[in-house]
């Protein structure tokens, strides 16, 4: 088995922190380890991690990549979930002449058993490179490097024998993402798990056979914390939030001013932070200024408050999120490629969200989307650079959405709404006879 020289990639081993170089070393070494023993009949090169090792040193020595594109591989029936990948040096390494990513659906919040984890190490040590990411950036577990003709044995054995499917890739919907939510945090504001798990089972054709413009996420954060960044990740982001009052108690409140409580949950704790200090770390940081602390009591402008979550996070014992809950419906978020990267602009500002109605208000505005967005998107247009070439006022009609003074681009950037008249109750005719009236005429 041929052993690369690796001195540029041996510098990346050399910092504090942990290095995918010497993950990758491991499992050369773990498979040669094992064929020698013959404990493992590899049905992909035994040297594949050892060939990955000397590719990307060629790369660095080159400065360019030795991957290309070859051409489209997936299973039978699926147009997503595997991403070809070729070396164009395959005579100097033939451990990677194939090395596609195969895609997995990870589940809501990524809870896992250990027996699942070991059957998806087997399979991978078998039928792959050994070498997973955990996880992608979409969310998926992917399964980095394996040959065409392993392609259909993976997809059986995870579907038939894990249960679990391939997640998306290409130009269709991505595979749905969520916080762990009502699964383990007190913060959430709806079930962020069971609403990720109804839509993927939903719009499984749209996942795995590619009919849109571009690409396009879901993501589900249960409260604006945002722990999967839906904000900022995802074509359509849904953030908890409610609609009443931050929920106080007076007594807990008096706990952190006295010590008794440690604020932010104890994460200070050994740093020389001092005392609480609730005016310096709550009063003064609220962004929109609507909290009071005076005469040991706390009080919040709830009408301003802007759901940052600050305060909630600084005294979780005192504060809490209000009971009446649901969620905020964002679109267009994307990362750099075209124009620049993309926040979510605001679509819904509240809606519930519940089982109850296997989720239909969500789901409508999600189809009005779509099929404005297969009509106007041109190919390889993101929502969001479709809502920018067209104007938010159109993605608002076609959502089937009301229309609202905070759908706006930015906060305070552009509030004007621009109204039809004959969408107006009563129309042109009754504008025009009012100011008639008015100046008799
Ligand atoms: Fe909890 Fe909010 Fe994070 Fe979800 S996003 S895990 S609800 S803090
Ligand atoms: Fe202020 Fe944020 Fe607390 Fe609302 S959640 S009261 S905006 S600090």
């Given at each position: 088995m041929a052993q690369h020289k690796t001195p540029l990639l041996d510098q990346l081993e050399s910092g504090p922190w942990p290095s995918f170089v010497s993950d990758i070393k491991q499992e050369a070494a773990n498979r040669a380890d094992k064929a020698a023993k013959g404990e493992i009949d590899f049905q992909i090169a035994v040297d594949c991690p050892e060939d990955l090792l000397g590719v990307l040193e060629l790369s660095f020595t080159d400065g360019e990549t030795h991957w290309k594109h070859g051409g489209i591989v997936g299973v039978f029936g699926y147009g997503g979930g595997v991403i070809g990948r070729y070396c164009?040096?395959?005579q100097a390494f033939p451990g990677v002449a194939h090395f596609h990513t195969v895609r997995v659906a990870q589940p809501a919040g990524m809870f896992y058993k250990s027996d699942f984890l070991g059957s998806i190490c087997d399979i991978w040590e078998l039928r792959g490179s050994g070498l997973t990411n955990m996880h992608g950036s979409t969310g998926d577990i992917v399964l980095l490097g394996t040959t065409t003709p392993q392609l259909e044995e993976i997809f059986y054995e995870l579907t038939h024998n894990l249960n679990v499917d391939l997640g998306g890739s290409g130009s269709n919907l991505r595979t749905p993402a969520a916080c762990m939510g009502e699964s383990r945090c007190q913060y959430a504001?709806?079930?962020?798990?069971?609403?990720c798990y109804n839509l993927t089972q939903e719009y499984q054709d749209e996942l795995h056979r590619p009919a849109f413009p571009y690409k396009f996420k879901f993501k589900f954060d249960g409260c604006p914390n945002g722990c999967v960044a839906s904000i900022a990740r995802s074509d359509f982001s849904v953030i908890g939030t409610w609609r009443d009052e931050i929920r106080v108690d007076q007594k807990a409140v008096a706990a952190y001013v006295g010590g008794e409580y440690p604020s932010?949950?104890?994460?200070?704790?050994?740093?020389?932070?001092?005392?609480f200090d609730i005016k310096a770390e709550i009063v003064d940081l609220c962004p929109s200024q609507c909290v009071r602390y005076e005469n040991g009591k706390l009080e919040i402008n709830d009408k301003e408050c802007v759901r940052c979550?600050?305060?909630?996070?600084?005294?979780?014992?005192?504060?809490?999120?209000?009971?009446?809950?649901?969620?905020?419906?964002?679109?267009?978020?994307?990362?750099?490629?075209?124009?620049?990267p993309q926040m979510g602009s605001l679509l819904v500002p509240f809606i519930k969200v519940g089982a109850d109605n296997d989720f239909r208000e969500v789901k409508d505005v999600i189809e009005g989307i779509w099929d404005w967005?297969?009509?106007?998107?041109?190919?390889?247009?993101?929502?969001?650079?479709?809502?920018?070439?067209?104007?938010?006022?159109?993605?608002?009609?076609?959502?089937?959405v009301e229309v609202d003074a905070r759908q706006v681009q930015e906060p305070r950037h552009?509030?004007?709404?621009?109204?039809?008249a004959e969408e107006v109750e009563g129309g042109w005719e009754r504008d025009i006879n009012e100011y008639r009236k008015r100046h008799q005429r």
């Open positions: 164009d040096q395959p504001c709806y079930d962020t798990q069971e609403l932010n949950a104890g994460a200070h704790a050994g740093g020389n932070w001092g005392k979550m600050h305060c909630i996070n600084t005294m979780p014992r005192a504060l809490r999120i209000g009971n009446d809950r649901g969620a905020t419906i964002l679109c267009g978020a994307k990362a750099p490629i075209l124009d620049g967005w297969m009509e106007a998107g041109k190919n390889r247009e993101r929502l969001g650079e479709t809502m920018k070439r067209l104007g938010m006022a159109t993605l608002i009609k076609a959502a089937g552009n509030p004007y709404i621009f109204w039809k």
